[in-house]
């Protein structure tokens, strides 16, 4: 067997056994020692068919299923950087690693990579069936406690500390099992909605500035000059598709109103994403003027967006004076259009717009 294939497995071992073990130790402090007696991968078993199949026995599986399915991930996840930390990211078949390792092998420059590069336009397509759908409040739950098994890793947490986060995700799976994992009633479109939408505001915004933070480290590890994809159209297209709310001939559930419903939903979702990401680069540039002079001409926009604004705008340029750049992120903010009512006459009408105002702020920086 592959060595790393074997500590791997050792690894899915240990990790399963200890969060098993908190797992037991949870329902027999809630008074449930004899279904607990009954979970898989822990040991001799007490199999007891009415329990397994009462529904406190069927969560009890699912949940212990679930908790496989986080340590098999994290393992998958931290023999991967093993394997890139000891080989380069060019280890993983399929990775960005290997391919720019592959076209460079076979003569190709960076710049005739990085012009069919931007040609690319990936768009995973997301659907769901009624009994997949879990409600939002468990996949928190779930997020959370995945999040505390990659808190383990690190080793320079005292004994103490380790106690703390084995309490933790302990805290975590008493709340699992008291909110419950099933719905207690047959799941709905807007069921489905909100399990897709909670992938779209939670999961994905992270997950493609990660693709594309790794996609420019595999870039630069394969010998081609970082210039050549500095600018963000430069990079592949991501976008996102869903088949829920919108399978009007396949579903017939999905009326007109769901799909309208369905689509403003994910507007609202797209925005509140968009004017986060804002508030926090706002904090993140309090640059101070004092210490580098904003060119003239940034200067002339900030203000002109300002007059756009009128009132609204002279208040914003009234807060965080001697920080130019945080005051146009700011004003980029206000004319966010609302996720719902009439877009005022001052806001973008386009997405368009509000990258583009992006792009001159990248260019006063870079």
């Known amino acids: 067997m592959n060595k790393d294939l074997a500590q791997g497995l050792k690894k899915v071992d240990r990790d399963l056994a200890f969060m098993m073990e908190c797992f037991v130790e949870v329902l027999e402090q809630l008074g449930h020692k004899d279904l607990a007696g009954t979970l898989p991968w822990m040991g001799k078993r007490k199999l007891r068919g009415v329990q397994i199949f009462s529904y406190r026995g069927v969560q009890a599986y699912s949940i212990a299923f679930q908790l496989l399915n986080m340590v098999e991930e994290n393992a998958s996840a931290q023999s991967r950087r093993l394997r890139e930390d000891k080989n380069g990211l060019a280890?993983?078949?399929g990775s960005w690693g290997k391919t720019f390792n592959r076209l460079r092998d076979q003569g190709l420059t960076d710049k005739q990579v990085a012009k069919r590069l931007s040609d690319i336009h990936v768009e995973p397509v997301l659907t769901a069936h009624p009994t997949e759908a879990k409600r939002a409040t468990v996949l928190e739950i779930h997020r959370e406690l995945y999040k505390l098994l990659v808190r383990r890793e690190n080793s320079m947490w005292t004994a103490a500390e380790q106690r703390a986060i084995r309490d933790e995700i302990k805290v975590a799976l008493e709340r699992l099992w008291r909110t419950g994992e099933f719905y207690q009633q047959k799941p709905e479109v807007q069921s489905e909605l909100r399990?897709?939408?909670?992938?779209?505001?939670?999961?994905f915004p992270d997950a493609i500035l990660s693709m594309d933070l790794r996609m420019r480290q595999?870039?630069?590890?394969a010998g081609f000059s970082p210039e050549k994809i500095e600018h963000p159209d430069a990079l592949p297209l991501i976008t996102l598709g869903t088949w829920v709310g919108g399978d009007r001939d396949g579903h017939p559930l999905v009326t007109a109103e769901v799909t309208t419903k369905a689509l403003n939903l994910f507007r609202t979702t797209a925005l509140n994403i968009v004017t986060e990401r804002l508030e926090t680069l706002g904090q993140r540039l309090s640059l101070g003027d004092h210490l580098q002079l904003p060119p003239a001409v940034f200067i002339k926009q900030?203000?002109?967006?300002?007059?756009?604004l009128g009132e609204v705008g002279e208040q914003a340029l009234a807060r965080n004076i001697g920080e130019t750049w945080r005051q146009y992120i700011n004003l980029i903010r206000l004319r966010m259009p609302p996720a719902v009512g009439e877009c005022p006459a001052t806001s973008h009408k386009t997405p368009e717009g509000i990258v583009a105002d992006l792009l001159f702020l990248r260019e006063t920086l870079v």
């Open 91 to 93: 280890s993983d078949p």
């Open 195 to 203: 399990n897709i939408n909670y992938f779209l505001s939670k999961v």
């Open 218 to 221: 595999a870039w630069e590890e």
């Open 302 to 308: 900030v203000e002109k967006h300002a007059a756009t």
